[in-house]
């Protein structure tokens, strides 16, 4: 199956607003934004649902219609296409370890942002 896309997830995922531009600020979200958006739609939603909607596999799973083993994997080869893409645009290893540091925060508060957003 496809992954629908929440609408207050592609509101975020959205490279002209929300989140993404608001978070935009600082140069190792600017890498994080722009290796996202080199992530398909699907994918980009899967890390969503993982990270800033804190979902679970099953709960995802069921969202979607697959078996919560699809799901991570999914999620799993997301991440790892998210990493090699980071890889690949940051500057210096600190920069790396930066970003790959500060990915689960930053995930995080994409969450508060939409979570704000709902209100």
């Known amino acids: ?19 993404f531009s608001v978070m935009a600020k600082s140069e190792d979200a600017r890498l994080l934004v ?3 958006q080199s992530l398909s739609i699907e994918e980009q939603a899967y890390l969503m649902w993982s990270y800033a ?12 219609g697959m078996t ?3 799901v991570n994997g ?9 990493r090699r893409r980071l890889d ?12 790959h540091k500060g ?5 995080q508060s994409l969450r508060r942002k939409v979570s704000k957003d709902e209100d």
């Open 1 to 19: 199956g496809t992954a629908e896309v929440d609408p207050r997830l592609s509101r975020v995922i959205d490279p002209g607003h929300g989140a």
């Open 103 to 107: 990915f689960d925060t930053w995930m």
């Open 88 to 99: 690949e645009l940051s500057v210096s290893s600190e920069q790396r370890g930066s970003i």
């Open 34 to 36: 722009a290796a996202l």
């Open 74 to 82: 999914r999620i799993h080869r997301a991440r790892e296409k998210l």
């Open 53 to 64: 909607d804190k979902s679970t596999q099953p709960e995802i799973a069921e969202r979607v």
């Open 68 to 70: 919560a083993a699809q």
